[in-house]
């Protein structure tokens, strides 16, 4: 199916197909990006990035996606500096940069904000982060990171490990994995930060064998460590988040203790849950999965707008 003017909001409405042209598309623009630094091929292209929440890599690589392209991006880079802080509303915002744009990425802090905006807008959006919901695109690098890592996306064991609740890399990428056979989801986190409910039944329907703990030692024994940080931004309360910070920490001695070919993922940033001990390791992947995020936005933005495919 071609992806020309599709939306990108939840890694749930992609099938296997669509996963393994992305990733396809993906591996073709690492090549050009390495062999070519540089294309044209969106030259006349303007992207609206509208990022309404805090970010680095996600908005940085999709502006340097957009530039590797030769297309040009209009930004917002914070809720104070947009209309936003004025009350206006997603769809009111999203109609107005419709009339600018060929394509908007967005993050916002309301789950279910980016397919409002989608609604109101003809051109593709791409949900960048909304809220505690999803964030396909980086369930997206997460899936070509693993590939290049592992050589395989079949049947591997995957442990999502920290604050699953809140944390919506890791609802995208159970759904991004599911379609893989996974041997087994290992959901580490303290039991009031476990995975949602609704996800957890939609894994079962798929049959993926699931594992809930609180013990970070049977998440080591995956193939896949999948780190990610409480999100103290999530909490009603402080003193819950004070409470469960620093429920996990991995540090070398712990990695030395468990699976020796695991590899570790983190989307970033990360707060303390991964000692900078671990970064020399060769197990550790986080930095290189953070540069595969250009490689997959540029594969998004050419294949959203008809210029490649698989
Ligand atoms: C993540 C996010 O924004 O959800 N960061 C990212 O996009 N790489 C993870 C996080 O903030 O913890």
Redesign the pocket.
């Given at each position: 199916m071609s992806f020309k003017g599709r939306d990108i909001l939840s890694s749930a409405e992609l099938s296997k197909q669509d996963f393994l042209d992305i990733m396809k598309v993906t591996e073709k623009m690492e090549t050009l990006v390495k062999e070519e630094k540089v294309s044209n091929l969106l030259s006349d292209k303007l992207v609206g990035v509208l990022f309404l929440?805090?970010?680095?890599?996600?908005r940085l690589s999709f502006e340097a996606a957009v530039q590797r392209l030769g297309a040009k991006a209009i930004t917002v880079a914070s809720a104070a500096s947009s209309s936003a802080a004025k009350g206006e509303s997603l769809a009111d915002t999203a109609k107005t940069v419709d009339g600018y744009v060929d394509l908007i990425v967005v993050?916002q802090p309301e789950k279910g904000g980016a397919k409002v905006m989608a609604d109101a807008a003809e051109a593709p959006v791409i949900n960048?982060?909304d809220g505690a919901g999803q964030?396909p695109t980086?369930a997206l690098l997460d899936l070509y990171t693993i590939l290049k890592e592992k050589g395989t996306l079949e049947n591997l064991k995957i442990a999502m490990v920290g604050?699953l609740k809140n944390?919506?890399?890791v609802h995208s990428l159970s759904y991004t994995m599911a379609p893989f056979s996974p041997k087994e989801y290992i959901y580490c986190a303290p039991d009031e930060l476990q995975m949602p409910a609704d996800i957890v039944g939609d894994m079962e329907k798929q049959s993926v064998p699931i594992t809930k703990t609180n013990d970070i030692n049977v998440a080591l024994q995956a193939d896949i460590v999948y780190m990610?940080?409480i999100?103290r931004e999530r909490f009603e309360n402080p003193a819950d988040y004070e409470r469960l910070k620093g429920s996990f920490v991995l540090d070398r001695t712990l990695v030395e203790s468990g699976n020796k070919d695991m590899t570790i993922m983190h989307?970033?940033?990360r707060v303390d849950e991964i000692s900078t001990d671990v970064d020399d390791l060769p197990n550790a992947a986080y930095f290189r999965q953070?540069q595969n995020?250009m490689y997959l936005r540029m594969a998004l933005l050419a294949m959203l707008t008809g210029r490649a495919e698989a």
């Open positions: 929440e805090p970010s680095t890599r996600t993050r960048g982060g964030h980086q604050d944390g919506r890399t990610t940080r999100q989307p970033l940033p953070a995020g």
